[in-house]
């Protein structure tokens, strides 16, 4: 019986959390499309692609889309583009329909290309390279999912730019465009207009990433609640999220560096790397966040990493020194005396009276 409330319990927990994630009030659109969604997604697969990352996509953004698991395309659009009629056969051997045959690419915020094995890299239609061209002509960000990074590069579109390619393949990518950059270890790059995925589970966190940019955090907690996915380092995105608020940022760049900002915290990144991968300088990043935060970059992020540290001192037991480090501080001597000067308390002494109350 106890077994049972326990799970009812955790039942109705659930509930509540994505009841109150479907409550929060939207974000500003960074581009609003002419549906009115918030985010809208074309997708080109190419044969032989992996049935995990198309459906690993599309369940972030279904999940993101609707109250609850109605999955309608409401706040999040995607569809997959193609030859009109033509299937194309993923690496498991299940075929996909195209939905739409090639449509104005100005409706979607990306065109995502899901890559297939490599063998099959030139086994397309035409008009696949030149709607891809044609959205790099138009502005528009283009995404490579798995060996997607190999379709942009071989289509041309990846000159100036990294690709973040599977270890797997990171000797097939050197060889087939030695005079391009390439990084591996990584679940996704953010390169300007060119975004790179390895593939696998890593596509939720990117999915999450472009959802939390342009719907909001707390669409992004209702994916990673969803989907059950554990965030690196321990915390879940669900968690940081409570540590550190909703926050709604008008202005796109300094919400983009904003959760560049949340997902770097251990090793805390350069301002000037920040305004690289968003598209901007430094001074006109500097400019908007003082308009938005009344605060500079470095001063902001310090505060991001104070306030998380504080959050985990009263909600877990980690140790001190832990949680330092997990919020870049890189000794816990440099943590207390910046954590002292932010709260006018030490570390140890804001945790004392939670202890004391726990020993008696």
Same mark, same amino acid.
């Given at each position: 019986?106890?077994? !049972?409330?326990?799970? $009812?319990?955790?039942?109705?927990?659930? +509930?509540?959390?994505?009841?109150?994630?479907?409550?929060?009030?939207?974000?500003?659109?960074?581009?609003?499309?002419?549906?009115?969604?918030?985010? =809208?997604?074309?997708?080109?697969? @190419?044969?032989? /692609?992996?049935?995990?990352?198309?459906?690993?996509?599309?369940?972030?953004?279904?999940?993101?889309?609707?109250?609850?698991? +109605? &999955?309608?395309?409401?706040?999040?659009? @995607?569809?997959?583009?193609? !030859?009109?009629?033509? =299937?194309?056969?993923?690496?498991?051997?299940?075929?996909? +329909?195209?939905?739409?045959?090639?449509?104005?690419?100005?409706?979607?915020?990306?065109? #995502?290309?899901?890559?297939?094995?490599?063998?099959?890299?030139?086994? #397309?239609?035409?008009?696949?390279?030149?709607?891809?061209?044609?959205?790099?002509?138009?502005?528009?960000?283009?995404?490579?999912? *798995?060996?997607?990074? /190999?379709?942009?590069?071989?289509?041309?579109?990846?000159? $100036?730019?990294?690709?973040?390619?599977?270890?797997?393949?990171?000797?097939?990518?050197?060889?087939?465009?030695?005079?391009?950059?390439? !990084?591996?270890?990584?679940?996704?790059?953010?390169?300007?207009?060119?975004?790179?995925?390895?593939?696998?589970?890593?596509?939720?966190?990117?999915?999450?990433?472009?959802? =939390?940019?342009? *719907?909001?955090?707390?669409?992004?907690?209702?994916?990673?609640?969803?989907?059950?996915?554990?965030?690196?380092?321990? &915390?879940?995105?669900?968690?940081?999220?409570?540590?550190?608020?909703?926050?709604?940022? %008008?202005?796109?760049?300094?919400?983009?560096?904003?959760?560049?900002? %949340? %997902?770097? /915290?251990?090793?805390?990144?350069?301002?000037?790397?920040?305004?690289?991968?968003?598209?901007?300088? #430094?001074? $006109?990043?500097?400019?908007? /966040?003082?308009?938005?935060?009344?605060?500079?970059? $470095?001063?902001?992020?310090?505060?991001?990493?104070?306030?998380?540290?504080?959050?985990?001192?009263?909600?877990? =037991?980690?140790?001190?020194?832990?949680?330092?480090? %997990?919020?870049?501080?890189?000794?816990?001597?440099?943590?207390?005396?910046?954590?002292?000067?932010?709260?006018?308390?030490?570390?140890?002494?804001?945790?004392?009276?939670?202890?004391?109350?726990?020993?008696?």
């Amino acid at each position: 019986m106890r077994v !049972a409330d326990d799970a $009812n319990r955790a039942s109705r927990s659930a +509930q509540q959390l994505v009841e109150r994630l479907d409550a929060s009030p939207r974000t500003v659109q960074v581009r609003p499309g002419r549906s009115g969604a918030e985010l =809208s997604v074309g997708i080109l697969l @190419w044969p032989r /692609f992996p049935m995990l990352s198309l459906g690993g996509l599309c369940d972030a953004l279904r999940h993101a889309a609707d109250r609850g698991d +109605q &999955s309608r395309q409401l706040r999040c659009l @995607w569809t997959i583009v193609g !030859a009109q009629g033509e =299937s194309i056969e993923a690496s498991c051997g299940i075929p996909v +329909q195209a939905q739409s045959t090639f449509p104005d690419v100005a409706q979607f915020d990306y065109l #995502v290309v899901i890559g297939g094995l490599l063998p099959y890299l030139d086994h #397309v239609d035409r008009r696949y390279w030149d709607y891809l061209k044609q959205a790099a002509a138009s502005g528009i960000p283009l995404v490579g999912i *798995c060996t997607g990074s /190999f379709v942009l590069a071989r289509a041309g579109l990846m000159d $100036n730019h990294v690709a973040c390619v599977h270890s797997f393949h990171l000797d097939d990518y050197r060889r087939m465009f030695p005079t391009l950059r390439v !990084a591996t270890h990584a679940d996704y790059l953010i390169d300007g207009a060119r975004i790179t995925c390895a593939g696998g589970i890593s596509v939720v966190e990117m999915a999450t990433r472009l959802i =939390s940019l342009h *719907c909001g955090p707390d669409r992004a907690s209702k994916v990673i609640h969803q989907m059950t996915v554990s965030r690196q380092g321990g &915390s879940s995105f669900v968690e940081r999220r409570a540590a550190l608020g909703y926050l709604s940022v %008008e202005d796109a760049a300094v919400r983009h560096a904003v959760l560049l900002m %949340e %997902e770097n /915290f251990e090793a805390p990144l350069n301002i000037a790397v920040i305004a690289k991968m968003i598209g901007t300088s #430094v001074r $006109n990043l500097e400019r908007s /966040f003082m308009a938005e935060m009344n605060a500079s970059p $470095n001063e902001f992020y310090r505060r991001m990493r104070l306030r998380y540290a504080r959050w985990m001192l009263v909600n877990t =037991s980690r140790k001190i020194t832990d949680i330092g480090y %997990e919020c870049g501080f890189a000794d816990a001597a440099h943590f207390i005396r910046v954590f002292r000067e932010a709260y006018g308390v030490t570390p140890g002494k804001l945790r004392a009276p939670r202890s004391t109350s726990a020993a008696a």
